[in-house]
């Protein structure tokens, strides 16, 4: 076997491990979509993995063969590029209540943490630039859905001027709005400049110099009236 072929377990919901064999070059995209798989081990081989093609399946964990020459992944089972510089795919049954973005991370795809039903804290760190368009409405400009049905996500801590900027615009990009509802929270690192007109006083209560378990400095915390 050299591909897994699109939408090949797509629905297999009572397959729930599988053991990929040296040799496996692409993984096509739904591949996995709605099965019943909790860990994935993605092989040395492995050139290619298409788009969603963990969507909705039951992953907790995927594990990197450290000689793959495109992916890798971290301790939390999270699957990235080679050099971490775009995460790919948050596993949705991960049972970690907070996740922090490696600072090395620029680019969050399309539908890296769709669905993911535990997490309650995301740290966004500084480098972050880039939202992938989600690959359902890539003719949509800005449309991104990063963060899309993240349920229990009630924290959002932002330390890059970048992020700061786009979501002081009130821009939802990456969904990560349709998650702030009344009594929820931004945390937006001290020095951080806040240029839109959305984080405000009308829409948000603010503290000013507040500090966030677990980190260094001070925020500013915008609570959703």
Known sequence: VTKIGASAFDGYDLITSITLPEGVTSIGKYAFWDSGITSINIPSTVKNIGEMAFRNANLQTVDVDENNLYYSDDESGVLFNKDKTELIYYPSENVSTSYAIPTSVETISGDAFNGCKYLTTIVLSENIINFKQDYENSSLPMYSKSFSN????????????????????????????????????????????????????????????????????????????
């Open 150 to 225: 993240c349920n229990s996500l009630s924290s959002i801590i932002v330390e890059g001027q970048a992020l700061a900027n786009i979501l002081s615009s009130g821009i939802d990009i990456g969904g990560l709005y349709e998650n702030i509802t009344q009594g929820e929270v931004i945390y937006i690192k001290t020095g951080l400049s806040v240029t839109g007109g959305y984080l405000n006083s009308t829409n948000f209560n603010i503290i000013e110099s507040v500090t966030v378990s677990g980190k260094d400095g001070t925020y500013t915390q915008y609570t959703r009236k």
